[in-house]
């Protein structure tokens, strides 16, 4: 079993910054690849970024690569998400996740899919204002 804690979200003008902290507790962080979601209101939860165990691979959804980037940390057990140049299109409900499955497996559709993630934080809440 992994917990997760997701902080650090809140509200920002666009053009602005934020970082969201996901902290884990349980099993050996080290064993799990880590994602990141979001959710905005009537739409679908999409994906946002990914992570491998050792941090040695990364994936970024199209729509937020060159302004997100997700710092890993295991001997903090934290993973973040440094949010720059936000846009009011960023504004969602946003979720780390954790699956023991492996990236090469994974990789590339599967990191996409919420049903690969089997650890769930209860979310954190970004407000972009235009």
């Known amino acids: 079993q992994v917990q997760l804690v997701e902080s650090g979200g809140g509200w920002v003008q666009a053009g602005g910054s934020l970082r969201l902290s996901c902290a884990a507790s349980?099993?050996?962080?080290?064993?799990?690849?880590v994602g990141w979601f979001r959710q905005a209101p009537g739409k679908e939860r999409e994906f946002v970024a990914a992570i491998s165990r050792t941090a040695a691979r990364t994936a970024y959804a199209d729509s937020v690569k060159g302004r997100f980037t997700s710092p890993r940390d295991n001997a903090k057990n934290t993973v973040d998400l440094q949010m720059n140049s936000l846009k009011s299109e960023d504004t969602a409900v946003y979720y780390c996740?954790?699956?023991?499955?492996?990236?090469?497996?994974?990789?590339?559709?599967?990191?996409?899919?919420?049903?690969?993630?089997?650890?769930w934080g209860q979310g954190t809440q970004v407000t972009v204002s235009s």
């Open positions: 996740a954790a699956t023991s499955r492996y990236w090469y497996r994974l990789s590339p559709e599967g990191l996409h899919n919420y049903d690969s993630y089997d650890y």
């Open positions: 349980g099993r050996t962080f080290g064993s799990v690849a």
